[in-house]
């Protein structure tokens, strides 16, 4: 290993080089557990960018990981497609019904827009 320090973009891309860094790197894929580390429900921690992003560096901060995890929840997709969700205490959001019920329902479907999309809109900007 080397002597020298290395800061978590560095240790991934000489990881990336095939050359050796001062550590393994390390990726801790944190999702929900920003919410308790900032005493928040799940949904009041998915309700914005920001507790998103504070979440995920008090958690790399704590556990001294090399990744910054931008993912929020599965049915974040869904739910742009005005699909529901189903949020627990305990567990990450789910997606509800389905809410494609016949090839028709697919044929006139009309994409989100991310610009327009409030719950895409607070994943690119915990990205940012």
């Known amino acids: 290993m080397s002597d020298s320090k290395m800061n978590s973009l560095n240790?991934?891309?000489t990881t990336l080089s095939?050359?050796?860094?001062?550590?393994v790197p390390l990726f801790l894929l944190v999702t929900m557990h920003g919410a308790k580390e900032l005493g928040l429900t799940?949904?009041?921690?998915?309700s914005s960018a920001e507790?998103?992003?504070?979440?995920?560096?008090?958690?790399r901060k704590k556990?001294?990981?090399?990744?910054?995890y931008s993912f929020f929840?599965?049915?974040?997709?869904?739910e742009a497609w005005n699909g529901e969700v189903i949020y627990?205490?305990?567990?990450?959001?789910?997606?509800?019904?389905?809410?494609?019920?016949?090839f028709d329902d697919i044929r006139n479907m009309t994409s989100p827009d991310v610009?327009?999309?409030p719950c895409l809109q607070k994943v690119l900007t915990a990205t940012n």
Not at 63 to 68: A, E, N, Q
């Open 11 to 13: 240790r991934v891309l």
């Open 18 to 23: 095939h050359k050796e860094p001062d550590r």
């Open 42 to 46: 799940i949904k009041e921690y998915f």
């Open 51 to 59: 507790n998103v992003a504070e979440g995920q560096i008090r958690m």
């Open 63 to 68: 556990f001294r990981h090399d990744c910054l």
């Open 73 to 78: 929840y599965a049915p974040v997709e869904i």
């Open 88 to 102: 627990v205490d305990n567990g990450p959001p789910n997606s509800g019904e389905p809410f494609i019920k016949s």
């Open 115 to 117: 610009t327009k999309t």
